[in-house]
């Protein structure tokens, strides 16, 4: 297996029942702009659970960020605009998982 440079950044989230769809999008809206805030943040994703098979644990949304390397992900962890944008999020969350990695190739 080789490993890619980029690392991935998936948040996962399950937001409070009471959260309007309002409040909804411009979170998400919040949340994109981190591509543009943050040094090193390559690709902003997000995307609502679809899947039938209802092993989603009530998470409801997928963020992914890819960031130019472990360096670049450290330096979003602690920017100004991430937790400003941390704090905006909080009361609208009910659970949130966050996963990084590195994306592995297999060969064959």
């Not at 440079?5 to 309002?22: G, K, M, P, Y």
């Not at 949340?31 to 679809?50: A, C, D, Y």
Request: proline share 6%; with cysteine.
């Amino acid at each position: 297996m080789t490993c890619t440079a980029a690392l991935r950044h998936i948040v996962l989230c399950e937001f409070n029942s009471d959260i309007t769809q309002a409040k909804h999008a411009e979170l998400v809206y919040e949340f994109s702009l981190m591509k543009h805030s943050v040094p090193g943040v390559l690709q902003f994703e997000w995307g609502e659970n679809i899947s039938p098979e209802g092993l989603d644990d009530g998470y409801s949304d997928c963020f992914t960020l890819t960031f130019d390397g472990a360096a670049a992900r450290d330096v979003y962890l602690t920017h100004p605009a991430h937790l400003a944008f941390v704090e905006l999020l909080k009361p609208w969350l009910a659970r949130v998982l966050v996963f990084d990695y590195f994306p592995q190739e297999v060969p064959g």
